[in-house]
């Protein structure tokens, strides 16, 4: 599956932000995709994911309960519900994409095979 990622961009501190990431291809149910952030100076880490199947949904820790991932496989499309952003969400986000991958990876950059160009989001106070 190819990726694509979009929507970033400036944004105030406390406003909303939606990204989304749209897959090419067939069974895009079938995917695990997930969204990675990369802040300024630091490595990339975790920020949502939803699973194939059923769209379980997974959070890291620093977006958890201000971030909601959710997908409409009808348009293969992940988005990514950015609520009461702060600065320190300021960073490159990636979509990428894994077929079935198993629930305890959902985390792991390594094991997603499938990446969007990343799409920048600046939040400014």
């Known amino acids: 599956v190819q990726l694509q990622a979009f929507g970033g961009g400036l944004v105030q501190a406390g406003d909303s932000r939606r990204l989304t990431c749209v897959g090419s291809g067939r069974a895009f149910n079938s995917y695990t995709v997930a969204w990675f952030r990369q802040r300024p100076g630091k490595e990339r880490e975790f920020a949502a994911a939803?699973?194939?199947?059923?769209?379980?949904?997974y959070y890291g820790e620093s977006v958890k309960e201000r971030f909601i991932v959710f997908r409409d496989n009808t348009k293969n499309t992940v988005y990514l519900q950015m609520d009461n952003v702060q600065l320190e969400d300021t960073a490159v986000y990636y979509c990428?994409?894994?077929?079935?991958?198993?629930?305890?990876?959902?985390?792991?950059?390594?094991?997603?095979?499938?990446w969007g160009q990343g799409t920048q989001v600046t939040v400014s106070s």
């Open positions: 990428a994409a894994a077929s079935f991958l198993n629930e305890n990876y959902v985390d792991t950059e390594r094991y997603y095979n499938s």
């Open positions: 939803s699973s194939y199947g059923v769209g379980t949904t």
